[in-house]
């Protein structure tokens, strides 16, 4: 496999790992005087913005391409961050809300965005090692922060870890101007915006759908519920830190495991079997989570659950583009791109509405529930590429 060079994008993706106040996002707004039900509504708010805007967002994208589509999306990060300090310094509800759609804007103009952006690059062989490489540095921000969080807030308390993360976002916005353009033109003019729901006439695009929904579902538990599983097993919550910065080096795996798929022969076999047993292993890896009480199996599923969905994850958006490629919507990727992630939107407006009803029900039983429907996904993918 051919190493990667560090480029422009993997050090936006590293920055974008840099939320120092990531560890404490709930006290973030909870310390300003915004209470925990307050905080699901803006969080839901957030989604309804990400789910409105996908598919505008996604045109816009078409027509002004991939790396501008970045590079406001940014800016606008830097916005919505800047915000957050503004909101908790003065403990202003009304800029936690402008906050929030902000933030959802600029997701949306990278939902799709990044993907289609690697693949016009990289293609179908050289797209799930960057993707992977890229996800990586993601990763290194995430852990670094993740170290340094606490000195910081010890010396200068909350300002001080919203400010240095706002530092990170106006470095990255400067990262972003120095992206590659992209090796294609992205618009035909005379393409009509109405071909692209006509991906849905499809089977596979409701299987993408369901998935990334399911995927959505799954990183929700993980980043939620992780410290509840911790003390139903009797575990200290103090090794959350320790448990997070290993199972996110753990993480990092998928990089040369994926390298080795997309290399040469093996390209073929990462679009065959593997979405199939990959999902089938998260699935089986999640069900376990749910039901195993034993503290050294609880440990070992915690470090390699986030690795387990990775994979599968990676693979689905491969295949996403080449589907895209299939329905002759590559003019229109970005875009195409958004109207599948719409239905990842809808359900985490439902999962944070229905939040109360998830932890009566029992956290375990939901992992449960995650990992057969994973399993389902599976058999699902395994028939489809037959």
Request: with cysteine; net charge positive.
């Amino acid at each position: 496999m051919k190493k990667l060079k560090f480029d422009s994008y993997d050090g936006v993706c590293f920055l974008n790992g840099l939320v120092f106040f990531a560890p404490v996002a709930l006290l973030v707004r909870t310390q300003a005087g915004v209470s925990e039900h307050i905080f699901f509504l803006l969080q839901a708010l957030l989604s309804g913005v990400i789910f409105l805007g996908e598919i505008p967002t996604g045109f816009i994208t078409d027509k002004i391409g991939y790396r501008k589509s970045l590079i406001w999306a940014q800016v606008l990060l830097f916005g919505a961050r800047s915000l957050l300090l503004a909101a908790f310094v003065s403990r202003s509800l009304a800029l936690f809300v402008v906050e929030a759609v902000v933030e959802g804007t600029a997701t949306c103009f990278t939902s799709g965005t990044g993907s289609a952006y690697l693949y016009d690059l990289y293609g179908e062989n050289g797209y799930l090692a960057k993707t992977a490489h890229a996800g990586n540095f993601g990763t290194a921000g995430f852990i670094i922060s993740t170290v340094a969080y606490a000195g910081i807030y010890k010396i200068s308390g909350m300002e001080g870890l919203l400010i240095t993360t706002v530092v990170m976002d106006i470095i990255a916005v400067v990262c972003s101007f120095f992206l590659r353009s992209e090796s294609s033109k992205t618009v035909i003019a005379d393409r009509k915006e109405v071909q692209i729901l006509a991906v849905f006439k499809n089977k596979k695009a409701f299987l993408f759908v369901i998935s990334l929904a399911i995927f959505s579902i799954a990183w929700l538990l993980i980043n939620f519920f992780y410290v509840e599983k911790l003390e139903n097993c009797g575990l200290p919550v103090e090794w959350m830190s320790l448990i997070i910065l290993s199972y996110s080096a753990v993480q990092m795996l998928a990089e040369p495991i994926l390298g080795k798929l997309s290399d040469g022969k093996n390209v073929k076999s990462g679009r065959g079997k593997l979405p199939a047993v990959t999902a089938a292993t998260a699935g089986v890896a999640f069900l376990l989570f749910g039901v195993v009480k034993f503290r050294a199996a609880v440990l070992i599923l915690m470090l390699i659950l986030p690795l387990l969905l990775n994979l599968p994850e990676y693979l689905l958006m491969d295949l996403e583009n080449q589907f895209v490629d299939e329905a002759e919507c590559g003019s229109q990727r970005a875009a195409t791109l958004s109207v599948l992630n719409m239905g990842v939107n809808l359900v985490e407006i439902l999962t944070l509405s229905a939040s109360a009803f998830l932890t009566k029900i029992g956290i375990q039983w939901c992992f449960v529930f995650v990992g057969c429907f994973l399993m389902v996904i599976a058999l699902l993918f395994a028939r489809i590429q037959k």
